[in-house]
């Protein structure tokens, strides 16, 4: 009996020490772990550099990821659904050249020219959102070939060229007034472009947590046919979603061009996987049924520190990819055996 107690003993303590660990992963999961990988990066690249924690540098994050974080709220929403919109950074650049086009060549009214830019984004979401559920085209495949398909269209509004193109636009036009104020000017030091990213952000949360649409997309997300049975109309609530990722990614593509100064079919590439990354690295299951905007935030706030710090500490072009990439996945694997480990402790 002497030589099997610890043999019994080892189990037992093996087994505390992995419930420990499982219950600090839950209580730091979601937004609270994010909140942490933030703080860690903010400390580290503190204490790496003098020039990362000075409010230029705040601003500048702010700048340069406020409009991922709208398309993320759009993406977010899109997620806890269980689905994947891929064209939100095409439809941007579409938005913003629709828009500019018919300000600053057609000679539109600056408010009929943000109504079509806006309409632009309308209809993208709307196609996904038809070919999605009445086609049953997965979602990964209908966006992936609006991804394409979306860009192409913004290449034949603008012929290919930046907008305004000089040799076409009425004279003393240029970008909308209040584009340009909105993606380029700050008040109070504030850049006014991260003040509409945080209204995109109160809106995305209001839908997604007081709303009969926000309640829906979690059913589905969660089950979609348990919230079929439940009485949810599952196709018109992914429609419905897919049109609210589309008028983000056209408030997007509006900043964008603010930002910029100009708009053109190109813009914003890749920024379609950055919102991908932030909504998963926030905490929301890629696979649909749970997820938060604020979460969200947090996420795309853990990209931009992250990219700002290696830019200041001078990591190459190539390695910072490699790290930005493998720390996704890292956060993702962690987030993945931190819900195993509740499920099979609630089990």
Known sequence: M????????????????RTLVARALTAAGGRGGAILILLALIIAFSLASESFLTVDNLRNILRQYSVPAILAVGQTIVIVSAGIDLSVA???ALSGSVMGVMYAHEGYPEPVALLLGLAAG????????FVITKWRVPDFIATLG??????GIALLVTDGLPVPDYTKAQEGRTVPETVTKLGADSVFGIPLIAVVAAVCALIGWFILSRTTLGRS???IGGNREAARVSGIRVERTKWAIYVFSGLMAA??????TGRQGSANALMGEGMELQSIAAVVVGGTNLFGGEGTIGGTIIGVLIIGVLNNGLNILGVADF???VVNGSIIVAVVALDQWRRRAAAAREA
């Not at 408030?251 to 964008?256: D, E, P, S």
Request: aromatic letters at 14%; charged letters at 15%; proline letters at 4%.
């Open 146 to 151: 609006a991804f394409t398909a979306v860009r």
């Open 2 to 17: 002497s030589e099997a107690e610890p043999t019994q003993t080892k189990p037992g303590a093996l087994w505390r020490a």
């Open 122 to 129: 309308f209809a993208v979401g709307a196609v996904n959102g």
């Open 90 to 92: 095409s439809t941007a």
């Open 319 to 321: 390695w910072q990819r």
């Open 251 to 256: 408030i997007a593509g509006f900043m964008l």
């Open 217 to 219: 997309a979690y059913a």
